[in-house]
T-cell receptor, first 114, second 113 residues
C-alpha cells in the first residue's frame, strides 16, 4: 500500500456520461497530481494541485476538471465521456511542489467508456 | 516543450545477461526518476536522480544521470525473470510549488529463461 488511495478501482460507463474519480494523498502530502495512461498516448500529466490551489496544468481537456478540498483529497471530474477517454487514471502525491523523494502513485482507476 | 525519449521500446533478454535502457530528454530538468510498472498495476518508484553524475544502485539495477548530455541510463545486471516489467523514466520541471512530471514512452522488458 503506497498510502495514496484511489476510488473506485474500476468504472464502466456509457458515452456522454459524467464520472468522478477520487484520490486521497499520502498523509502529510500537500501536492496531488493526476495522470492519464492510455495505450496510444502513454502517461500524460493532467493537472497538479498544491494545498487546494491549482499549480500546474498539462494536456487536460476542457471536459475534464479537478479540485482539491480542504482535507487535501482531490477529485477528477470527467464529463461528456467519449470512447477515447477509456484509460487508467492515476493520482500521485508529494510532500511539496519540490519532490526530492519522488512522487507516490496510487493504484489507479480503470475507466472504460462503452 | 519537454520531450522524453526512451530506447529501446521493447527488450527481450535472457536470464543472466546485462543490458542498458537509455533515456534522453530535450530540455534542462530539475530531477530524473525511474519507475517500474507491472501490467495493470501502479507505478513503483525505483530511483530519484538529483544531480549530474548521480549514480544509484538497488539490487540488479543501477541508474545514472548525465545532465550535460541530458541522458540517463538504467543498467540491468544478470537479469532474472522477476525483473520483467515496463520501466519508465520521467523528468520534472519545478517552479516554486508547481511541478510537472513528464514520462518517457516506457521500455517493456521481458526476461526469458
Amino acid at each position: 500500500d503506497s498510502g495514496v488511495t484511489q476510488t473506485p478501482k474500476h468504472l464502466i460507463t456509457a458515452t456522454g456520461q459524467r464520472v468522478t474519480l477520487r484520490c486521497s494523498p499520502r498523509s502529510g502530502d500537500l501536492s496531488v497530481y493526476w495522470y492519464q495512461q492510455s495505450l496510444d498516448q502513454g502517461l500524460q500529466f493532467l493537472i497538479q494541485y498544491y494545498n487546494g490551489e491549482e499549480r500546474a496544468k498539462g494536456n487536460i481537456l476542457e471536459r475534464f476538471s479537478a479540485q482539491q478540498f480542504p482535507d487535501l483529497h482531490s477529485e477528477l471530474n470527467l464529463s461528456s465521456l467519449e470512447l477515447g477517454d477509456s484509460a487508467l487514471y492515476f493520482c500521485a502525491s508529494s510532500g511539496s511542489g519540490s519532490p526530492n523523494y519522488g512522487y507516490t502513485f496510487g493504484s489507479g482507476t480503470r475507466l472504460t467508456v462503452v | 516543450e519537454l520531450k522524453v525519449e526512451q530506447n529501446p521500446l521493447f527488450l527481450s533478454m535472457q536470464e543472466g545477461k546485462n543490458y542498458t535502457i537509455y533515456c534522453n530528454y530535450s530540455t534542462t530538468s530539475d530531477r530524473l526518476y525511474w519507475y517500474r510498472q507491472d501490467p495493470g498495476k501502479s507505478l513503483e518508484s525505483l530511483f530519484v536522480l538529483l544531480s549530474n553524475g548521480a549514480v544509484k544502485q538497488e539490487g540488479r539495477l543501477m541508474a545514472s544521470l548525465d545532465t550535460k548530455a541530458r541522458l540517463s541510463t538504467l543498467h540491468i545486471t544478470a537479469a532474472v525473470h522477476d525483473l520483467s516489467a515496463t520501466y519508465f523514466c520521467a523528468v520534472t520541471t519545478i517552479t516554486g510549488t508547481a511541478s510537472k512530471l513528464t514520462f518517457g514512452t516506457g521500455t517493456r522488458l521481458q526476461v526469458t529463461l
